[in-house]
């Protein structure tokens, strides 16, 4: 029950002090590899909640949000999770809340959270559904994020190996199970290549993936098109979500990773424009103001590297 409180208390605006989301908790749930337990975000929907900090050892990489859908004719999970270990650790969550066997994996993208858990489904037997573009990303980045992840990790890494999804699609992918309809899309660039969005159009709720991010800074990547992304959200907007699961922080709804997402990017890159017109540098944009942002998780750590990356984009737009 206080678990489930949380959850509802977090849909509608208020803040839980003891256990909001914080970079600063080392560990949720000592007794998993899990850095928190999973909790039920509607009927059968269930999510354990990644931290909002980089990686470390103490949450084995567990810094994205797990989650899965309990259809009553098998398990749906969202992100095969950052290692071997950590997605046993889910999938013992699983058997704990339901006989249903696992049926099918959904990565949100190629990024190592999303992908390197793979390695335990695969001998589990179980499917596993990415977009074309994440499957295409992890050939080419897994390597180095299994790498960074076994440097981080350690021993908590063990099992971990490459393996990619098992089926690929472009745009659309619509799955009927159980008592689900469950739409798998992709609805446009957004923070990293091929993500996508879990949408349950019954049920009005979205597992955004990283579309979304809430309670945190959203980092910049590279590949990251700022622009292209705040074109996407006009797509992720129509949906009309009631709840949303995202990629990172805790389940919400749409006005609060409107705000932390869109927002802080159109945000940034009006700064970045303002900067740019007045003849302003790549080395003094790392300094622009991000002052209401500041309260957010990964705001020390990422702040001045996103500004950066945009000014590198917005500089030939």
């Known amino acids: 029950m206080k678990m489930r409180a949380l959850v509802i208390a977090v849909f509608f605006g208020v803040t839980v002090q003891a256990t909001s989301a914080s970079q600063d908790i080392p560990d949720q749930y000592p007794g998993s590899v899990l850095y928190s337990k999973p909790v039920e975000v509607i009927p059968y929907v269930w999510s354990a909640i990644g931290a909002t900090a980089p990686p470390t050892y103490e949450n ?22 950052a290692s071997f270990l950590l997605a046993k650790a889910l999938h013992e969550e699983i058997k704990k809340t339901t006989d249903q066997p696992v049926k099918l994996i959904i990565n949100e993208n190629g990024q190592g959270h999303a992908m390197l858990g793979n390695s335990y489904w695969k001998t589990q037997n ?5 977009h074309e573009d994440a499957s295409t990303a992890f050939d080419d980045s897994g390597r180095q994020s299994l ?14 190996k490459l393996a990619g999804p098992t089926e690929t699609f472009s745009d659309k992918k619509e799955i009927e ?6 739409e798998v899309l992709n609805l446009g660039p957004a923070h990293s290549p091929g993500d996508i969005t879990v949408w349950l159009p019954k049920q009005k709720l979205a597992i955004a993936g990283d579309m979304a991010f809430h309670e945190r800074v959203p980092p910049i990547f590279a590949e990251t098109n700022t622009k292209a992304w705040l074109e996407s959200w006009e797509n992720f907007e129509a949906l009309g979500a009631v709840y949303v699961i995202p990629g990172h922080g805790h389940p919400t709804n749409m006005d609060q990773v409107r705000r932390y997402t869109k927002d802080y990017v159109a945000y940034l890159r009006d700064k970045i424009a303002e900067h740019i017109e007045k003849g302003g540098s790549l080395e003094d944009s790392y300094y622009v103001d991000q002052a209401p942002y500041a309260h957010l998780d990964t705001f020390e750590e990422l702040a001045t590297r996103n500004a950066g990356r945009v000014y590198e984009q917005m500089e030939f737009e």
């Open 60 to 81: 084995a990489g567990h810094n994205n949000n797990l989650s899965f859908i309990v259809t009553g004719e098998g398990v749906v999970v969202v992100n095969g999770g």
């Open 126 to 130: 179980v499917p596993i559904l990415a």
């Open 177 to 182: 199970m159980g008592n689900f309809k469950i």
């Open 147 to 160: 790498e960074r992840h076994q440097r981080i990790l350690k021993e908590r890494a063990d099992g971990t």
